[in-house]
């Protein structure tokens, strides 16, 4: 059975461009977490999907990161503009539901130069 | 605040000895407790966890011990393997609240051979 795709793995790219991650879920996992992960530290949650509905996003800087997650398989995350402390590493999780164990993709790893 | 907590930030153990791998929290709602397991340029990978209705779960080499009262839980491995070299993150979450998981910083163990 085919894990968490993440793409793209690595994107470097200069202050105040957008970039954006994808992620595809496991199948048949209804509930998909995006993480942002710095340097040292642990993964912090940023938004949660239930299907295509965010009931989670309170962690969301929502003033330059937005999410998609429109046919509530395949999810996107978008930062626009970036900036110099947005250099982390995004992951993507998925899980049959919410109470059930998040499985973790390998992660974009975004440098903002 | 830091609601998980994983005060070494490294540990070295000979082959074939136990690695523990300590973890604490400070929410007494977190009712659900995992270890994942994450190497270079990889996402965590789910490893092992317990409800807080146990004290002790085991999976092969790896065992998760839950000390309620002391707000503690530990993971041991024996006999610790080459392979086991990664980093280790505690994961905390309150079933019966927002199922959010909120990880430790991990603890980085070399297993020397």
């Known amino acids: 059975e085919a894990g968490v795709v993440q793409s793209p793995r690595y994107k470097i790219i200069e202050k105040k461009q957008p970039v954006a991650f994808w992620c595809n879920p496991i199948s048949g996992h209804n509930t998909l977490y995006w993480y942002l992960q710095n340097l040292g530290q642990g993964p912090e949650l940023l938004i949660r999907y239930e299907n295509e509905e965010a009931v989670d996003d309170s962690q969301l800087p929502k003033d330059r990161f937005s999410a998609e997650r429109l046919k509530g398989v395949d999810s996107t995350l978008k930062i626009q503009p970036a900036e110099l402390g947005d250099s982390a590493v995004y992951l993507c999780?998925?899980?049959?539901?919410?109470?059930?164990?998040?499985?973790f993709g390998p992660g974009t790893r975004l440098l903002v130069l | 605040d830091q609601q998980v907590k994983q005060n070494s930030p490294s540990l070295s153990v000979q082959e074939g000895r136990i690695s523990i791998l300590n973890c604490d929290y400070t929410n007494s709602m977190f009712d659900y407790f995992l270890w994942y397991k994450k190497y270079p340029a990889e996402g965590p990978t789910f490893l092992i966890s317990i409800s807080s209705i146990k004290d002790k779960n085991e999976d092969g080499r790896f065992t998760v011990f839950l000390n309620k009262s002391a707000k503690h839980l530990s993971l041991h491995i024996v006999p610790s393997q080459p392979g086991d070299s990664a980093v280790y993150f505690c994961a905390a979450s309150a079933k019966s609240g927002t199922y959010k998981y909120i990880f430790g910083t991990g603890t980085r163990l070399k297993v020397l051979a």
């Open positions: 999780a998925s899980s049959l539901g919410t109470q059930e164990t998040q499985y």
